[in-house]
T-cell receptor
């Protein structure tokens, strides 16, 4: 499979619990992005990595959110002390860094439901 | 700051009739613009992209979009709608060449009636 993989596809958690999502990008892509999409809205940028370096974080990424890409390959997004407002689809995408001609390849997302 | 506005949250057409999904952009310099499609329970798929080459861009599945600087628009069109085109469509602007992250519009839901 040469696409972007996300795991799990669905996650239901109780409020206050911690959750972690994983993203495996296309192997030759050195940039990896996390987006959040709520119902009826377009995806909103959260953060991105170039290789293992986290280069930018949106103000949407509160202190309860942390993302890592330890070896410049897969990435994890952790949400601590989940709140009902965290319920959303979390999308991962990857791309090449060079030039402006590259679109992203998106994964199918992880749907989080906080009850 | 770069941003896009999708002018219609919902468009409904009959099968076989033309499709027009409208997008206006705001950018302090020549932007890179994209259209993505999202089918239910599927990932986002790139339809087409404009990156300062030809202003009329052809994409997959018969879609095309025209970059009009004077109107700051990047509308998506298709001559004849098919039932399989029913989906959510997002107009997207790349924030910057160096930063590379994308900003999505709110989306337009396309319904195709038989």
């Amino acid at each position: 499979d040469t696409g972007v993989s996300q795991d799990p596809r669905h996650k239901i958690t109780k409020r206050g619990q911690n959750v972690t999502f994983r993203c495996d990008p296309i192997s030759e892509h050195n940039r990896l992005y996390w987006y959040r999409q709520t119902l009826g809205q377009g995806p909103e940028f959260l953060t991105y990595f170039q290789n293992e370096a986290q280069l930018e974080k949106s103000r949407l990424l509160s202190d309860r959110f942390s993302a890592e890409r330890p070896k410049g390959s897969f990435s994890t997004l952790e949400i601590q002390r989940t709140e009902q407002g965290d319920s959303a689809m979390y999308l991962c995408a990857s791309s090449l860094a060079t030039g402006s001609n590259y679109g992203y390849t998106f994964g199918s997302g992880t749907r989080l439901t906080v009850v | 700051a770069q941003s896009v506005t999708q002018l219609d949250s919902h468009v409904s057409v009959s099968e076989g009739t033309p499709v027009l999904l409208r997008c206006n952009y705001s950018s302090s310099y020549s932007p890179s613009l994209f259209w993505y499609v999202q089918h239910p329970n599927k990932g986002l798929q790139l339809l087409l992209k404009y990156t300062s080459a030809a202003t009329l861009v052809k994409g997959i599945n018969g879609f095309e979009a025209e970059f009009k600087k004077s109107e700051t628009s990047f509308h998506l069109t298709k001559p004849s709608a098919h039932m399989s085109d029913a989906a959510e469509y997002f107009c997207v602007v790349r924030r910057g060449v160096l930063n590379n992250d994308m900003r999505f519009g709110a989306g337009t839901r396309l319904t195709v009636k038989p």
